[in-house]
């Protein structure tokens, strides 16, 4: 099983600041073809999680460009380049590169 | 509209058995990888099953030999059958639509439904 490692576990900003949050995998999830199959999601408060970024940088339907994904192999990182107060919620990693067993990272809850 | 909507859950005994339903609009269950995820209380994600598009299940470790994934094309619903359910299972229950899939891996978990509460206890 991979698994998948969260810093920080939470994190305090102010609207309109940066805020980035880091994601390591225990083995790469660089695939032959180029890509690396790392998700992030945001689950706000009482909500399911949402898609925000696969495939490790590209931003889902209807995703902000604020949020941007970035890093390979093992060690990814999301940015949100200025926090809004309906970004609030815990944000979770997962890889995809080991089906079936997909596995979240433990979560970053971010506060305003 | 693409989405999902569970229901099924509620309070159980350990020992007992629910089953919960996924229903899908929009899109068809069967033309793409579908997984149950669940979120014990005041914890992260875990997967639970998974039924890939050719039909194949895989269950956790955790769960296996106690739950079943069965998909109906017919009304366009996955069913989860839990059997003999452990206060540990208390969870929130979802499910989710992979956005795409390749032989590579699985592209973003891009629908998910709302979650159906389950809690074992005496």
């Known amino acids: 099983e991979i698994v998948m490692n969260q810093s920080p576990l939470s994190l305090a900003v102010s609207p309109g600041e940066a805020a980035s949050i880091s994601c390591r995998a225990s083995q790469s999830l660089l695939k032959r073809n180029g890509n690396n199959y790392l998700d992030w999601y945001l689950q706000k408060p009482g909500q399911s999680p949402q898609l925000l970024i696969y495939l490790g940088s590209n931003r889902a339907s209807g995703v902000p460009d604020r949020f941007n994904g970035s890093g390979s192999g093992t060690d990814f990182t999301l940015t949100i380049s200025r926090v809004e107060a309906e970004d609030v919620g815990v944000y979770y990693c997962m890889q995809g590169i080991e089906t079936p067993a997909l596995t979240f990272g433990g979560g970053t809850k971010v506060a305003i | 509209e693409v989405q999902l909507v569970e229901s099924g859950g509620g309070l159980i005994q350990p020992g007992g058995s629910l089953r919960l339903s996924c229903a899908a609009s929009?899109?068809?269950?069967?033309?793409?990888?579908m997984i149950w995820v669940r979120q014990g209380p005041g914890k992260g994600l875990e997967w639970v099953s998974v039924?890939?598009?050719?039909?194949?299940?895989d269950y956790a470790d955790s769960l296996n030999g106690r739950i079943a994934l069965f998909r109906d094309t017919s009304n366009n619903t996955l069913y989860l059958q839990m059997n003999s359910l452990r206060v540990e299972d208390t969870a929130v229950y979802y499910c989710a639509r992979a956005r795409h899939t390749s032989v590579f891996g699985v592209e973003g978990l891009d629908v998910w439904g709302q979650g159906t509460t389950v809690i074992v206890s005496s």
């Open positions: 929009g899109f068809a269950v069967d033309e793409t990888f």
């Open positions: 039924i890939y598009r050719g039909g194949r299940r």
